[in-house]
């Protein structure tokens, strides 16, 4: 490990970060090793990239800004519903579609200990988000004659725990060769100098690189490659805190095969015209998201002929795409977002601080950014009782009390 320390060494002094390497002579060895492999795997090219990018601001004067079209599935004729659904259908039957469900995330807003997925809603009987979910995929397994392989996508953080839980759960009855699980990648903290951050452990501080991370972590992990073996053609993606995910939907496969779209989204109309959601658009005539932050008022409240809002389609992290645009766009990195975050780090003094206020960057990738890189994508507008409760929030809007309340109310309406 000596070479490996002093290659280590080399580069922390060429990209001005030595600081990194202040705790090693206080690690353990098992320590120590796992901290050079960390410095080793960072692109310092990137990193510095990463920071000039604090200076930019998000410029859409240039960029043109217009609704972007979708389907009503409440407005769809029976026929035009047949119609899709059977090409839907069709593509599950053959073994062609596959679920992935991005589950990076712990529990900690909630007060739980453990990573999100494991979180119990109570209905009756208690129920984790991942054995809801996987109800849903074992319905639709039953329903089309089909397996449908499930990908989760973890973190270095909740990696070993989650697939503890699955194994303790025998993976609810799906067999363990149809679950994967991948990690999610990381990307160094910076102080608001530029400078990596040493966490508590004496490590590299590290966070998660976002839900646009994901197309890459498929690639780097073999999950693409396990999915091309399978014969696999469309991929549904969703989070775990969405507890009314219906990841096997053969009427939105069906639309996007229709329309010939690489990929597709299903949108929930904004409740008013101020809620802190993002909705779907084109920007420059490709598809897209634009976020609450970056929506003008103008935008916000303009309305059509009938009165609905013009962007008024929320985009609810619930993704369908061929496995030809996620092959393409995980050949290049998605663009970073930055946010401003108090994290607790050791300063050069040995010291453990813990601050008051953002004094750090966080940098994330979003998976609508991928949008972008698409001629078009297919929009079907769902209800929200039917389709959306998150868990997101320990009280008020997106808490386990309000998606408890949907979830319960969905089973008993399908159970009728």
């Known amino acids: 490990m000596n070479e490996e320390f002093e290659k280590a060494k080399d580069i922390l002094k060429k990209y001005n970060q030595e600081h990194l390497l202040m705790c090693y002579n206080k690690l353990i060895e098992k320590d120590r090793d796992e901290l050079v492999e960390q410095i080793l795997k960072i692109d310092f090219k990137q990193v510095d990239e990463l920071y000039e990018s604090v200076k930019n601001t998000i410029d ?22 047949e ?59 039953e329903e089309y004659d089909a397996i449908i392989p499930w990908y989760i996508m973890t973190s270095n953080e909740n990696n070993q725990q989650t697939e503890e839980f699955f194994k303790k759960h025998n993976y609810f009855e799906m067999g363990k060769e ?58 549904f993606i969703a989070g775990v805190d969405n507890v009314l995910a219906q990841m096997v939907d053969p009427l939105l496969t069906g639309i996007a095969i229709d329309r010939n779209c690489l990929a597709a989204g299903k949108s929930v109309v904004k ?40 962007y008024g389609e929320s985009h609810i992290l619930c993704n369908l795409f061929n496995i030809k645009a996620i092959d393409e766009i995980a050949k290049n990195k998605l663009p970073y977002h930055v946010a401003h975050k108090k994290a607790k780090y050791i300063d050069t003094n040995g010291v453990i601080v813990v601050p008051t206020k953002p004094n750090a960057y966080k940098f994330e990738a979003f998976i609508f950014d991928a949008f972008e890189r698409l001629e078009d994508m297919a929009i079907m507008r769902v209800k929200r009782e039917e389709e959306f409760a998150p868990v997101k929030n320990a009280e008020g809007v997106d808490s386990p009390e309000t998606a408890t309340k949907l979830y319960k109310n969905y089973l008993e309406n399908k159970n009728k």
């Open 83 to 141: 119609s899709y659904e059977k090409q839907g259908i069709n593509i599950i039957k053959q073994g062609k579609y596959a679920v992935v469900t991005m589950a990076g995330g712990q529990g900690t807003r909630l007060g739980h200990s453990g990573p999100k997925g494991t979180y119990e809603l109570d209905i009756g009987i208690k129920k984790s988000l991942f054995e809801a979910l996987s109800e849903t995929i074992k319905q639709a397994e």
């Open 271 to 310: 409740s008013n015209p101020k809620e802190r959601v993002g909705v779907f658009c084109k920007k420059s005539n490709k598809p897209s998201v634009i976020e609450y932050t970056e929506i003008t008022d103008e935008m916000a409240e303009a309305t059509d002929n009938a009165g609905e809002l013009l």
């Open 178 to 235: 149809n679950i994967k699980f991948f990690i999610q990648g990381e990307l160094p903290m910076l102080d608001e100098q530029g400078k990596i951050l040493v966490d508590e452990n004496g490590k590299v501080k590290q966070a998660a690189d976002g839900h646009g991370g994901i197309f890459e972590a498929m690639r780097k992990d073999g999950i693409l490659d396990d999915m091309k073996k399978r014969n696999i053609e469309w991929i």
């Open 60 to 81: 859409f004067e240039d960029c043109k800004i217009e609704p972007l079209a979708y389907i009503d599935k409440a407005k769809l004729t029976k026929e035009k519903e």
